[in-house]
């Protein structure tokens, strides 16, 4: 029983949402445009945020992990403890632990997301000189609201730069999958974007605490015109491929052992699912979530429940909107230059499911936009999917079970592919196959077979 309060307190008191004023915020690299502005974005509200270094500490994180848990778990668990230990050995004595909080995000359920920062609590507790590294996290349930973990007149400004940050990521990962496949000098886009991530990250930290978001658009927009020279016009069009899947594994190039670049090195033009994608999921289920309390509250009769649920349909309604005109916006400086693929509507997606036959948005998880977002790829004349997760995961199984059978039918190029950190001999046969049915589908097109 003594044990059992133990480890409440530790998981209520050690991680949770609390003011990181003046702490140094450790962000686990996910996206690596995506983590970067974010961590931007925190900079410029005054919290000095760095990306941690990523999938160097992999086998630590294997070492603390029975095996059963996600692949995005153990990596970034080996992310913190090789971070904090390489920080223990470069300070010595001057090591302090409180002055750092470790960034965990979470995800209500039905799967495990929500539990990756407590159970990294519990490794960590392993390691006394690391018991006192707070973990902090922003949650899907108020929309990632971060209003416990900063002062109240900064947190609903930081939400929107944050916000509009992710999608000019989204926008920078676009240009990246439009420009390299047809790049006059080979690993000239790469390099490029490096100096353009550097040029948008300062950017970021000089004007966004005054959300002077022109100033964002027009940088966004010098960048995609540079770009945009890089391109060889009058290379013809590859085959298109859409991803779905992961959040996690899709964009984190070491853990998908740098997929896109895979399907590239095949003749593919690949398009990711984005970041923005699931925060706007993420607000629409809410407000979903809110109609329906609603509406029990209206049959009951309960006017206290039905006035609360009124102002936060209200205030989801408003956020919406929000994210909708600033992704349009932010979509706009580009496509003005460059004819990238523009973002799925979350509205869409869920008409995609063929009125609830395929999946439901109340099961929630990302199964639904990923069943939904494979849908409008085969709307939109795609050439391939492919569906990227870790090994077990089980939304990411819901879909390949859905969309195995319909782009068969459909004579949709469609594969799948788990990561658990393995090397997996045929891998490169997979991908090499799946293109060549991708560009025979892209030959009957254009013959309009
Ligand atoms: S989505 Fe998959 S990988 Fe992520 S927590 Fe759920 S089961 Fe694990």
Redesign the pocket.
């Known amino acids: 029983m003594q044990k059992q309060n133990f480890f409440q307190e530790r998981l209520t008191k050690s991680v949770g949402q609390f003011d990181i004023t003046g702490k140094t915020l450790l962000i686990p690299d996910m996206s690596p445009f995506g983590s970067r502005l974010l961590s931007s974005s925190f900079r410029a509200y005054g919290v000095p945020a760095r990306v941690m270094p990523t999938y160097t500490g992999l086998a630590l994180g294997k070492e603390y992990t029975s095996g059963k848990e ?4 153990q990596v970034t668990l080996g992310d913190i403890l090789h971070f904090l230990q390489e920080e223990k050995n470069r300070l010595g004595y001057d090591f302090s632990p409180e002055d750092y909080v470790y960034f965990m995000p979470e995800a209500d359920g039905p ?3 929500g539990m ?1 920062n407590k159970m990294h609590r519990l490794v960590l507790d392993k390691f006394p000189e690391f018991e006192d590294v707070n973990i902090t996290y922003l949650s899907a349930t108020d929309s990632y609201s971060s209003s416990m973990i900063m002062p109240a007149e900064k947190s609903r400004l930081f939400r929107r730069l944050a916000y509009v940050a992710t999608i000019i990521s989204d926008v920078l990962d676009r240009v990246v999958w439009r420009v390299r496949p047809y790049e006059k000098n080979p690993g000239e886009t790469d390099a490029f974007m490096d100096q353009a991530l550097r040029e948008m990250q300062n950017r970021i930290e000089q004007v966004g605490e005054t959300r002077n978001f022109k100033a964002l658009y027009s940088l966004l927009e010098d960048i995609v015109i540079r770009a945009s020279r890089l391109m060889d016009p009058d290379m013809p069009r590859r085959p298109r491929i859409g991803i779905i899947g ?4 899709r964009t984190h190039p070491q853990s998908n052992q740098y997929l896109i670049k895979e399907i590239e090195k095949h003749g593919g033009e690949v398009v990711d699912a984005s970041l923005g994608e699931w925060f706007n999921f993420v607000a629409y289920t809410n407000l979903r979530e809110t109609k329906r309390l609603w509406r029990r509250a209206w049959k009951e009769k309960d006017v206290r429940r039905l006035y609360k649920a009124s102002k936060k349909w209200m205030d989801y309604q408003v956020e919406i909107r929000y994210q909708l005109w600033r992704q349009d916006q932010t979509y706009a400086s580009a496509t003005r230059h460059l004819d990238i693929e523009g973002d799925h509507r979350i509205a869409s997606l869920e008409k995609q499911l063929d009125n609830d036959r395929l999946f439901n948005f109340d099961i929630g ?2 199964a639904a936009i990923s069943i939904g977002g494979a849908m409008e790829y085969v709307h939109e004349n795609y050439d391939g999917v492919v569906n990227v ?2 090994f ?5 199984t819901i879909c390949s079970a859905i969309l195995k059978p319909i782009l068969l039918e459909k004579k949709i190029p469609f594969l799948d592919t788990p990561y658990d950190g393995s090397i997996q001999p045929n891998r490169e046969l997979a991908i090499r196959t799946f293109m060549y049915q991708a560009r025979q589908r892209q030959d009957r097109r254009n013959k309009g077979l």
């Open positions: 996600c692949f995005p778990c799967c495990r997301f990756y992961e959040i996690y594994l998880t990302e997760f870790p077990t995961c089980m939304p990411s």
